[in-house]
């Protein structure tokens, strides 16, 4: 076991590969009715098994909880102690003696220490709740001094998964399965697959009543998705203004169809149309092909980065779709684990 547990530069995984492993190491305990009760960093363990092969390994089950199988939570003692800064509200609220504490722990819990730790992962070491464990500790019990704005352009969509898993109400957070499922972990391939699926929707069911709605929520995130650069800001390109000044051109001039900037459906039609050309187009806008980059990576990176929350947006509003009875809309893939 020794050789194994080496240093392992972590350019040999990435950030959301170790926390898409770890995650499904916290759907398999909860699954098994298991609330760990001490994650954090230290206890994320990266395993070598071979030349080109990295396991997540979850560690440290010294203070662990079995619920009962006809409970869904435990009580709350003082027994053990969880690593400071890492523990949820509930928990410090309880071992203070505030009068309004949470007396029973769920796997709602282990939820927030994951919360904490993905944002850690992500920005390189920095903590939601500041960085002095002691403040951390007042911060989260009265929770305060939040932020999760630190988080790299191109995962600061990510920013609303965050936000809900630290949150203070534990029947609020999500639960292992639905984080499991997040775009947080999709390839490219998958994102540009729902993208498209979506505008078809869109476009297909433009008469049903609940795709109108649809439509109506999400325009009414414009603001959130290209912020400053409505129309009615007097900038007549509106998202377009977001975008290369070449491929602009070319949405703008292209004889077989044109865009406009005015609502986020033409953004997302735009994506999803220019994926099914990316390969044809015509000679005198083969820069365009190379500004959008390869599909899928360097395609979707060219429009998450100037448009991060698109993706977050979609995906939490069409949320609505899945209550449609036999999947009419064909979403509930996009939303259930792999």
Not at 24 to 38: N, Q, V, Y
Not at 105 to 131: K, V
Not at 155 to 181: F, Q, Y
Request: hydrophobic share 35%.
């Amino acid at each position: 076991m020794e050789n194994k547990l080496v240093s392992i530069s972590t350019d040999a995984i990435s950030n959301i590969e170790i926390l898409h492993q770890a995650t499904k190491g916290i759907h398999h305990l909860h699954e098994k009715r298991i609330i760990h009760r001490d994650l954090k960093p230290q206890n994320i363990l990266l395993v070598r098994l071979n030349a080109l092969e990295i396991r997540v390994k979850i560690a440290d089950f010294g203070i662990s909880r079995a619920i009962p199988d006809e409970r869904t939570s435990v009580t709350l003692t003082t027994t053990g102690m969880a690593a400071i800064g890492w523990r949820s509200p509930e928990i410090l609220n309880f071992e203070s003696g505030t009068p309004t504490a949470i007396k029973r722990l769920s796997t709602a819990t282990d939820i927030f220490s994951l919360g904490c730790i993905f944002y850690y992962i992500l920005t390189n070491g920095m903590h939601p709740f500041g960085q002095n464990p002691v403040d951390q500790e007042f911060n989260i019990k009265n929770y305060c001094n939040i932020s999760t704005d630190h988080l790299p352009p191109l995962l600061i969509g990510n920013k609303w998964l965050i936000d809900n898993m630290i949150v203070r109400d534990p029947k609020a957070r999500p639960n292992v399965k639905t984080i499991i499922s997040h775009y947080i972990f999709w390839k490219s391939d998958k994102t540009l697959e729902f993208m498209a699926h979506i505008s078809d929707v869109l476009f297909d069911y433009k008469q049903d009543e609940k795709i109108i709605q649809l439509g109506n929520d999400i325009e009414s995130y414009y603001d959130v998705v290209a912020p400053n650069c409505h129309p009615r800001f007097g900038n007549p390109d509106g998202w377009l203004q977001m975008t290369c000044p070449i491929v602009r051109q070319y949405l703008c001039e292209n004889r077989e169809r044109t865009y406009h900037g005015r609502t986020l459906y033409q953004l997302i039609r735009t994506i999803r149309n220019l994926k099914g050309h990316h390969g044809s187009l015509a000679a005198k806008w083969l820069q365009v092909q190379y500004t959008l980059g390869s599909l899928p990576c360097g395609f979707v990176n060219y429009w998450m980065s100037r448009f991060p929350f698109l993706l977050p947006t979609l995906w939490h509003l069409c949320q609505s779709l899945l209550q449609a009875s036999n999947d009419a809309y064909d979403v509930k893939r996009f939303y259930t684990c792999e």
